[in-house]
């Protein structure tokens, strides 16, 4: 990706509370991001409203899920934090990116079908442009670098793909305004970052479903709000299997809820699953399960606390996000001029 800067963008919808699997998967890699990279971390509300949400929950959730992200180590004074809806450059290149993308394209977008099920017809049209959003949100700060899970890497394709197109269809402008970067062009192709060894957590009540927000039962997950009480409580409860724990990973075949669990530690400990095997290989569950609600208390319990503290004080949440929109706004704007006048706009500031 020589010729552009280095960047990272990710973020997560504020829909509900957020759980293990979205620190394991996700907020434990970002903090690490931030130490050696620029980072741009979105709290996504424009996605959310692809599915209906009551405006106050709304409010609530964005709070909430800001308050995770600080919680779990993330520095606004060293990242951007911010919330997705407040710097209007998202929604511009949007549709932009729309105009771009191709119906055959978005057509193959998998999530879309999943979400909307078999009443497609009634699903809205911001669901169905949804990844289009989503390349907006990458490309309007040219990030060469996407932190992503496998359900989100078709996405990061589509972006790639609108990427390509941007830079060919409007070759010759780009090139008379002198905005490119050589032949890579106006927008870089970024890449996807998969890392960590737990991205995919599963749920504790069936290892052979991901851990969800919207799973029906609260004993499927460990929500970055509970308290010690509540964590040790979902650990203790979580599904095993009869058999003891074996002693390396080729015995975890077969086994979701033990690998599962074995993953959790692994990710919870920064090691392995190998590592977690050597020490605990052979024994029970019961001995196990205590182990991990030792080591989850200690590295959950601390964060949700800080969530409280933060959640209390809305406003200063408030000034963490419009602070962070004007860092972001400062690297979308100067972009967004730019995509203008390629396209072919007129515009007098």
């Not at 990973?249 to 033990?258: H, M, T």
Request: proline share 5%; hydrophobic share 40%.
């Amino acid at each position: 990706m020589s010729g552009f800067h280095q960047r990272v963008f990710s973020g997560m919808q504020p829909t509900s509370t957020l759980h293990l699997g979205n620190y394991l998967g996700a907020l434990t890699n970002w903090v690490a991001m931030q130490r050696t990279h620029d980072c741009v971390f979105c709290v996504v509300d424009m996605h959310a409203i692809t599915m209906w949400q009551d405006p106050a929950d709304l409010k609530r959730a964005i709070r909430e899920v800001t308050a995770a992200y600080i919680a779990a180590g993330i520095d606004p004074q060293k990242s951007i934090i911010f919330n997705q809806s407040q710097v209007s450059g998202h929604a511009e290149l949007a549709w932009i990116c729309n105009c771009i993308a191709r119906l055959g394209w978005m057509n193959r977008m998998t999530q879309f079908k999943e979400k909307a099920g078999k009443d497609r017809e009634n699903a809205s049209l911001g669901l169905y442009a949804y990844p289009s959003l989503m390349a907006a949100d990458i490309l309007l700060y040219k990030a060469t670098h996407v932190p992503v899970g496998e359900d989100q890497k078709q996405h990061l394709e589509l972006t790639r793909d609108i990427a390509q197109k941007f830079n060919n269809d409007f070759g010759p402008q780009i090139a008379e305004l002198g905005l490119g970067t050589g032949e890579l062009g106006f927008f870089p192709q970024p890449e996807p970052m998969i890392m960590g060894p737990a991205q995919r957590v599963m749920s504790l009540r069936d290892g052979t479903k991901k851990m969800s927000k919207s799973d029906a039962s609260d004993y499927s997950r460990i929500n970055l709000t509970d308290d010690a009480e509540a964590i040790a409580q979902k650990i203790r409860k979580a599904k095993t299997d009869p058999e003891p724990l074996p002693s390396e990973e080729k015995g975890l075949e077969g086994r979701p809820e033990a690998e599962n669990l074995v993953g959790i530690y692994a990710g919870l400990s920064a090691s392995s699953k190998d590592a977690v095997l050597k020490q605990f290989g052979g024994g029970q569950f019961s001995g196990f399960k205590a182990a991990l609600v030792d080591l989850a208390v200690e590295k959950l319990a601390p964060i949700a606390g800080e969530m409280r503290r933060l959640l209390a004080e809305p406003r200063h949440i408030d000034d963490i996000l419009g602070a962070g929109a004007d860092r972001a706004d400062a690297i979308a704007a100067p972009i967004m001029r730019e995509v203008k006048d390629i396209v072919g706009f007129v515009r007098s500031r």
